[in-house]
């Protein structure tokens, strides 16, 4: 059963960089046909995703955030790696890593994108 | 402000039939997939439905998804009390602002 692992620091200052790893277990983070991706959840509200990476190094980020994130993976320890700099209080969240499957119909690819494994997720307060 | 547009709430008593709507545009929910998520307190989201209406392995028949345009809705039929969590629609969005996954703002649900 694959399990995904948050860790990191929970209180970052503001304008700093905040920095989190997901470590991969009960299976290769190089299995092909997955991406490794990052999503946030603000307390008491709903789910934004950030942006995925897959096990070559090739990343895309949601548009919104793009300037400020750089996600990363290291095979090695079968882990991937989430960076946000310039952090505000609007930063303030759980943050959760997750398996993500692109899904494809006959006629046309990709037509979705999923997340079928989740870590349990990891608070990251941004207050000085 | 999320993309896609969910009821902040819905509630129903045990044994009931409840649905959670979940609109978008023809840029996301119009021509791709949707996905539900349910997120039981305290925890991490679980992916519910796929492919508008496929369920998961383990998932009960209980739950099922439609799509119809631009909307989709999930039903739970049977209600019971460990229903009660927050439920999430998801699809990928094709816009000129850029590709992205985007997500309901939640819909919390009560079971009376």
């Known amino acids: 059963q694959l399990q995904l692992q948050e860790s990191g620091s929970g209180l970052v200052k503001p304008s700093q960089t905040l920095s989190l790893t997901c470590a991969v277990s009960?299976?290769?983070?190089?299995?092909?046909?997955?991406?490794w991706s990052w999503i946030r959840q603000p307390p008491g509200k709903g789910l934004e995703w950030i942006g995925y990476?897959?096990?070559?190094?090739?990343?895309y980020y949601n548009p919104s955030l793009k300037s400020r994130v750089t996600i990363s993976v290291d095979r090695s320890k079968n882990q991937f790696s989430l960076k946000l700099s310039s952090v505000t209080a609007a930063d303030t969240a759980v943050y959760y890593c997750a398996r993500g499957v692109w899904d494809c119909s006959s006629t046309s690819c990709p037509q979705g994108y999923y997340f079928d494994y989740w870590g349990q997720g990891t608070l990251v307060t941004v207050s000085s | 402000q999320s993309v896609l547009t969910q009821p902040p709430s819905a509630s129903g008593t045990p044994g009931q039939r409840v649905t959670i709507s979940c609109s978008g545009s023809s840029s996301n929910i119009g021509s791709n997939y949707v996905y539900w998520y349910q997120q039981l307190p305290g925890t991490a989201p679980k992916l519910l439905i796929y492919?508008?209406?496929q369920r998961p392995s383990g998932v009960p028949d209980r739950f099922s998804g439609s799509k119809s345009g631009t909307s989709a809705s999930l039903a739970i039929s049977g209600l019971r009390s460990e229903d009660e969590a927050d439920y999430y629609c998801?699809?990928?969005?094709?816009?000129?602002?850029?590709?992205?996954?985007?997500f309901g703002g939640g819909t919390k649900l009560t079971v009376l």
């Open positions: 492919r508008n209406n």
């Open positions: 998801a699809a990928w969005d094709d816009s000129l602002s850029g590709q992205n996954v985007v």
């Open positions: 990476i897959y096990h070559s190094g090739s990343t």
């Open positions: 009960g299976g290769s983070i190089s299995s092909g046909g997955y991406s």
